[in-house]
């Protein structure tokens, strides 16, 4: 299947309240802590400020872990600097829009992809899941193959792993612009195909699965790679791409898509 680009541009969702005994930044809490803290203003006022709806999570590895194929310099630009800027944003575009309180990251990115007429909250929004969803993709000792469910999936579906490194390398190289290139599972054709998305545009607003990203933004690569993404694109498939996170991806994906032959439980 040939590789598609999309227009336009896209996490748990939680919310931090304010203190008067103690100001609270998004980096105090570890994910799974958000959304727990509720604080009151004083003893005798139980009312809440909400100070921040999202929090900035590390990527799962140290900033210099990924060199010499992604530097530290990029990691503390790209992460903390862009990545930061993109939540803060976002929590500051919702503290003028209670609409939009509660939602999952997921539901924020769907609901304001508004079917393809975005409202102002989508590119950062897209933007916070993206960054995670390409930081987990990545492992200090990724690249190498596939293995078990997943590598017969690709081979299924693109004829050979080498096929398959093929497309997400033309895909890459020919995204016009800034954007993100996809291994993502199609729930209706039950196959994975590569696609490519414009600006922050996030594959969940199609009901894809995505498996892995790859952040095509000049911002990703050219520190360590200036123009030639090319060997940005290689080094990240030979060197950096974690295969077992994307199985563990497919493996929960198959709650939602069967790619097997039906298994009918017997009574
Ligand atoms: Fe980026």
Known sequence: MGSTCFHTSAAPSSCLLSSTKRSYGLHDLKVGELGQLKVPISRTRKVSKVLAFYGLRSPP????????????????????????????????QLERNDILYGYTMDEL??????????????????QVWNHNFFWDSMHPRGGNMPTLGLLDQIEKDFGSFTNFKEKFVDASLSLFGSGWVWLVLRKREKRLEVVKTCNAINPIVWDDIPIINLDMWEHAYYFDYKNDRAAYVKNFLDHLVSWDVATARIIRAEAFVNLGEPKIPIA
């Open 109 to 126: 990115i769907k609901a304001t992809y508004n079917n393809g007429n975005p409202f102002p909250e989508f590119n950062n929004a897209a």
């Open 61 to 92: 590895y140290k900033l210099d872990a990924l060199e010499p194929h992604m530097s530290n310099r990029t990691l503390e630009m790209h992460w903390g600097e862009l990545h930061r800027g993109y939540v803060e944003g976002l929590n500051k």
